[in-house]
């Protein structure tokens, strides 16, 4: 059975498109909004959508995502209650889902159990910051096991070492982080489409591109050379100024100008 990350990306390479995937904290501004504001995500164009697991010691997280993380964690969001809304987006829609978390909560959660009502939940796809290749291969074997993609970050920095076990071990898609340093926006971006075209000489798999893209000028220049570009502070920034706002009305304002960038 082919599973839906995989299905949506032999979709946009059919159709000659790049993956707009984009990132909010679970729980953040509420676990209600969350849901509604994927399946506007989906009307407007999006492929994918990341769903951070708050922690209370988020390193690899800019100050955006921190803060974002801290209003989840008062309001009481933990694992069970983002599987319970996973599980309800997946009544109305099949866009593919994963959570982008620290170990220490899924270690804390019980990994074989978190696995499981992860994929009975609906769950596509994991991201662990924390969770190197050459540390992760007990993981991905039981997460293989339930059918739920372990996907893997590849840095600027990665030497080719790294980036050949990255293109054996990660599934679903790379994750190339654009830049050093911790997740936000910035104003100006290397060129990385040298480093994803040498990935992708090593991966039969997607490379999407993600921290610090914050524009749709960005996005744009960034799909000519990957597959997909994540989308994850300017967003998350956007709702914690307007929090209030309407699903519709704020994809309407600060996702169609990205979905456009892409050709959706």
Known sequence: MTRRIEKKFESLKKERKKALVLFM????PSLEKNEALIHSFEKEGVDLVELGV???????????????SYRSLRRGTNLRKILGLVERVRKRSEIPLLLMSYLNPVWHYGLERF???????????LIFPDLPPDEGKEASALFERFGIDLVYLLAPTSALKRQKL???SSGGFIYYVSVTGVTG??????DAAQVIRRIKREADLP???????????????????ADGVIVGSAIVKAL???????AKAFCRRYVRPFARALGK
């Not at 708050?54 to 974002?68: H, K, M, R």
């Not at 926006?185 to 290397?190: I, T």
């Not at 914690?240 to 309407?246: F, G, K, R, T």
């Open 25 to 28: 904290t679970a729980g953040d």
């Open 54 to 68: 708050p922690f209370s010691d988020p390193l690899a997280d800019g100050p955006v995502i921190q803060a974002a």
């Open 115 to 125: 696995a499981r009502e992860a994929e009975k939940a609906g769950v596509d796809g």
């Open 166 to 168: 990255v293109a054996r």
């Open 185 to 190: 926006a910035r104003s100006v971006l290397p």
């Open 207 to 225: 490379v999407c591109v993600g921290f610090g893209v914050s524009t749709p000028r960005q996005a744009k220049r960034m799909s000519q050379a």
């Open 240 to 246: 914690a100024e307007h929090p209030d706002l309407p």
